[in-house]
């Protein structure tokens, strides 16, 4: 990862595709439902569908809010339902793991104070054919950008003048 700009890790475009097409017929089934049930005047059958419309919403935009970047000294982790913004010298490494209640393994981010995040982005690389390479690349390529050091350590408090 570079030091310039902005890098940043994004669930693979397969599981993007496959998270957007579940959603879009999820609810395009339960839209189709809801209509029936207004024509039908079934409050109760409403109630239900709008619940259905709640479950199924989420998996169509989780998919494409979910990223990790890497921005000069800080750790931007948007996962499925927080967003975390972690400063360079608080973190003290990266593991790949597995949740207590969380499906899947993913990266972590160990973080000061004896706390972990976990990297959603990551969650669903051992499905590809390539998954073990990718997952370790990233790995590889978030501990390097961890050990670089902060332009604020290199020894100037203020940067030369243009």
């Known amino acids: 990862m570079s030091e310039r700009g902005a890098e940043t890790i ?4 397969v599981l993007r595709v496959v998270g957007s ?6 609810c395009l089934g339960a839209s189709a439902g ?3 049930a207004v024509l039908d005047r079934s409050p109760a059958h409403v ?3 709008l619940g259905l419309l709640a479950v199924g919403a989420p998996p169509l935009l989780r998919c494409h809010r979910v990223s990790v970047e890497t921005r000069c000294d800080e750790l931007l982790v948007r996962n499925s339902y927080l967003t975390h913004r972690l400063r360079r010298e ?3 490494g990266f593991y790949f793991g597995t949740g207590v209640l969380r499906a899947g393994p993913a990266i972590w981010v160990r973080v000061r104070g004896r706390r972990a995040v976990r990297l959603d982005a990551t969650q669903g690389l051992y499905v590809l054919v390539r998954g073990y390479d ?3 690349r990233r790995l590889a390529d978030l501990r390097a950008w961890a050990a670089q050091r902060s332009n604020l350590d290199v020894g100037s408090s203020w940067p030369a003048e243009r």
């Open 10 to 13: 994004r669930v693979p475009v």
């Open 34 to 36: 809801l209509v029936g």
């Open 134 to 136: 990718l997952r370790e």
């Open 47 to 49: 109630l239900i569908i």
């Open 21 to 26: 097409a579940f959603g879009v017929v999820w």
């Open 90 to 92: 608080n973190l003290e």
